[in-house]
T-cell receptor, first 117, second 111 residues
Framework: GAVVSQHPSRVICKSGTSVKIECRSL??????MFWYRQFPKQSLMLMATSNEGSKATYEQGVEKDKFLINHASLTLSTLTVTSAHPEDSSFYICSARAGGAENTEAFFGQGTRLTVV | QQQVKQSPQSLIVQKGGISIINCAYENTAFDYFPWYQQFPGKGPALLIA?????SEKKEGRFTISFNKSAKQFSLHIMDSQPGDSATYFC??????????FGTGTRLLVSP
């Protein structure tokens, strides 16, 4: 399958600071990228969907001013957690999908463990 | 309507046994049903996927059985191995829409 690289894999930040997570599609052009959040022993929760060059579409209950998503190129999307607080600590996962047919598979990054202290 | 119900929540299988995980859905517009395997601290990886025009798909030790009339699909892991111990998620999608995930099944294969 195609490769989606997510960086960093782990990050610890102080409360009140901002953290940026990168998601890159290494061998294909990702028309659409998805950002998920996963709490321990729970399923993936979709936070937002972004299409290259367009504003992200956020799921209900997700603060768009807190979780800034940029999808400026077909191979890179970033998630910035602004003014992070301990309750933002979680596992964040990106997914990327190429354009074209409806049956195009989405590939997942390795995830980023964010700890806010 | 958008939910995918997954069971069991956890499963313990002896090495060499068959692991079976079930999922059910309501939205008849779903037309793509993947299964993902996730190890601790890692992102999900696609294991196998099926579309509603077939009733079964097999890839190595992994088989998806699909029952369109019952709106159910299941993952069978034959000859389960300790290395298969992970969390498994079923999912469903309609066209270009977002994936809807099941709640996950934690599989432990005992040696």
């Amino acid at each position: 399958g195609a490769v989606v690289s997510q960086h960093p894999s782990r990050v610890i930040c102080k409360s009140g600071t901002s953290v940026k997570i990168e998601c890159r599609s290494l061998d294909f052009q990702a028309t659409t990228m998805f950002w998920y959040r996963q709490f321990p022993k729970q399923s993936l929760m979709l936070m937002a969907t972004s299409n290259e060059g367009s504003k992200a579409t956020y799921e209900q209950g997700v603060e768009k001013d807190k979780f800034l998503i940029n999808h400026a190129s077909l191979t890179l999307s970033t998630l910035t957690v602004t003014s992070a607080h301990p309750e933002d600590s979680s596992f964040y996962i990106c997914s990327a999908r190429a354009g074209g047919a409806e049956n195009t598979e989405a590939f997942f990054g390795q995830g980023t463990r964010l700890t806010v202290v | 309507q958008q939910q995918v119900k997954q069971s069991p929540q956890s499963l313990i299988v002896q090495k060499g046994g068959i692991s079976i995980i079930n999922c059910a859905y309501e939205n008849t517009a779903f037309d793509y049903f993947p299964w993902y395997q996730q190890f601790p601290g890692k992102g999900p990886a696609l294991l196998i996927a099926i579309r509603p025009d077939v009733s079964e798909k097999k890839e190595g030790r992994f088989t998806i059985s699909f029952n369109k009339s019952a709106k159910q699909f299941s993952l069978h892991i034959m000859d389960s191995q300790p290395g298969d111990s992970a969390t498994y998620f079923c999912a469903a999608r309609s066209g270009f829409q977002k994936l809807v995930f099941g709640t996950g099944t934690r599989l432990l294969v005992s040696p």
